[in-house]
């Protein structure tokens, strides 16, 4: 168990913002001996987890990785639902497209779709946001009742101001962030889940801030707020409100 325990350990380093590492870096960033991570990465490599840059030290997640990640979004329906959403809007608008879940007050992306214009968002899978601070994290958080945010927020200062976003969210059907997580990027996100399994998914594009106008954006909405409405209207999601376009202006 200790073996597993430390191969997952090192496989969430890739989840914090990292797309390699070394055997120092593992053993600084887990506190452990550097012969144990030499072993440890070595055993991953030989079953599959792991493979090195061409001739360099660094080690990235290995093709099994990438397999399994893919088993993990067709075996679960809404993720898989929401993903074709996302990417058909992709494909049409030419923005960076993500399908996130909510892990505490973390959410992560579990799908993404690289955007074809000239101008666009880089994908950025993998990467952690606070829930409080992105769109696609205030969608999922908006699902929730107010006595359930404020426990997962118990003491914490994110907790201020949250609870009126929430309702405007829970109200629009829909969340919109500008430059926020990132710098010069703008996004519109939408959640949308399945009561079966009780497990819920934000549909998110992502577009750079400065060539994206109100007319576009709104057509962007419009287009993701149809897929999700008819996701949730296929898994019979009682939680879910049809998001509507905003008048002119009022985006907030």
């Known amino acids: 168990m200790t073996v597993l325990q430390n ?26 001996p550097k012969a144990n991570a030499s072993r440890l990465l070595k055993a991953m490599r030989d079953a599959g987890m792991l ?3 061409g001739d360099t030290r660094r080690h990235r997640p290995g093709r099994m990785m990438l397999d399994l990640a893919s088993a993990f979004r067709k075996s679960l329906g809404v993720i898989g639902q929401a993903g074709e959403v ?10 960076t497209g993500y399908v996130s879940l909510r892990e505490g007050r973390e959410v992560t992306a579990v799908a993404d779709f690289p955007g ?10 993998g990467r952690r946001l606070t829930a409080h601070g992105s769109a696609t994290g205030r969608t999922l958080l908006a699902r929730m009742s107010d006595a ?4 997962v927020y118990a ?9 009126p976003r929430l309702d405007a969210i829970r109200a629009s059907g829909f969340a919109y962030s500008s430059q926020e997580s990132t710098p ?26 400065a060539v994206v106008g109100e007319d576009d954006r709104d057509e962007m909405l419009a287009a993701l707020a149809s897929g999700a409405t008819r996701i ?17 202006g009022l985006f907030a």
């Open 232 to 248: 949730a209207r296929d898994l019979g999601d009682a939680k879910f409100v049809a998001p509507r376009i905003p008048e002119k």
């Open 7 to 32: 191969a997952s350990d090192v496989l969430r380093l890739f989840g914090s913002g990292c797309s390699d590492l070394t055997v120092t870096e593992v053993t600084t960033r887990l506190g452990i």
């Open 116 to 125: 074809t214009n000239d101008l666009r968002v880089v994908s950025n899978i």
């Open 86 to 95: 996302v990417a058909a809007v992709t494909e049409r608008f030419g923005h």
């Open 51 to 53: 493979e090195t840059i």
């Open 184 to 209: 010069g990027v703008d996004a519109i996100a939408i959640a949308v889940g399945d009561p079966t399994t009780e497990e819920a998914v934000s549909l998110c594009i992502v577009y750079p801030h």
């Open 155 to 163: 003491g914490r200062p994110e907790l201020d101001g949250l609870l």
């Open 148 to 151: 359930e945010v404020q426990a």
